[in-house]
């Protein structure tokens, strides 16, 4: 329960500046195409922070870790919430250091609790804090957006954030009794991690898959209400509820494929046929008309969430069952540093579709290509393996 609460909080903390970046493009007078600027600098410094906790979480423990990233999630978004254009830049650094810690931590607390034939199922319950922070960010950014501003938004996110960090105290001694206080933290370490997880061919897939899942998710998390708003002349109310719906739907979406993972499909074919379907999702988002009615826009956008947003726990439990024993936070840690290497590219690319071709469809069928690719691969792969 509690790698659930502040999975939920540490997805709402980044997710609420992109859900009301309306809001704030109209009352800064920016170019939309910087909304994509701000994803990927958050998205840089989660890649550095994935790249490096591995260390950390060994040494001073995941729930501590943990902690000090919810601070620094907070901090960040305190720090962008004073309205000046430049502050967005360090105060996305600093969001990003902090939430990129939360999968590796919570990942390294449940290997260690959770029996091997279940983990496909208790990695996509802890998940469902996803789209659960996603939710609640869709509904709770655009109406304190309407009663007191954008700025208000975003600093009762980041008090949020802070107080996660506080209730996780009293479980620390309980949970970290593993940190080894001499764990090395140089540059020869965190190279040997990257190594030796690139060198393991099935380890290597999922880091490929990560990269584009997450590629894509960033594109629905950051550019869909946006989409909707500024592409399809939808208010931001409206806008919002329909991603809220959406995004409800990955509750429901990460049980069920946690269960299928674990009862009835492999995991390695499951993720591949999962992302052949979410670049078919991507293709659908991308043919949105603006006079669709809300039923049908709301139908794309849950077919969307059903897979781009609702792969996690699978992925995340097959990492877990290929990580070397006592491993499993610094191993976590690697693949989904390809995860926000995709979110930092994969934004790029979608504000340059924004900024050249003023084209919000031509951004998600770039964004859908890498995981049909990933998708065809894995299945490919599974049948060769059996």
Known sequence: MAMLLQQTCATLGRAVIPLIAPAIVADLAINPALVGVFLSVSSAAGFLS??????????????????VGM?????????????WVGSFLPGGFASGLGQAVSTPSSSHLLGRF???????????????????????????????????????????????CAGTALALQPLRARFDTDRNPAQPLTPAAIRGNIVSVLREPALR????????????????????????????????ARAGLVFSIAVAVAVPARIGWGWVGSRLIRPDRLLALLGV????????????????????????AALFSATAVSWHGV????????SPPGRIGATTGVVLSFGDAGSLVMPLLFSAALAFGDSYRIGFLIGGLPTLVVGLYGLRASTRGG
């Open 50 to 67: 994935t790249l490096i906790c591995g260390g950390f979480i060994l040494r001073y423990g995941a729930l501590r870790m943990t902690q």
């Open 277 to 300: 379907a979410m670049a078919g999702a991507a293709a659908l988002t991308a043919s949105l008309q603006g006079d669709w009615p809300m039923w049908l826009l709301v139908l794309s």
């Open 205 to 236: 897939l999922l880091c490929f898959s990560m990269f584009s899942f997450v590629g894509l998710q960033s594109l629905f998390t950051g550019f869909f209400v946006l989409y909707l708003v500024r592409g399809l002349d939808n208010d931001l």
């Open 114 to 160: 959770s029996p091997p034939h279940l983990a496909p199922l208790i990695f996509s319950l802890k998940q469902t804090g996803v789209p659960a922070g996603l939710m609640l960010a869709g509904v709770l950014a655009p109406a304190l957006v309407e009663a007191y501003g954008w700025r208000a938004a975003i600093l009762v996110c980041a008090a949020i």
């Open 315 to 322: 992925l995340l439990a097959e990492v877990a069952r290929l």
């Open 71 to 83: 601070l620094s999630l907070g901090g960040g978004l305190a720090l962008s919430a004073t309205g």
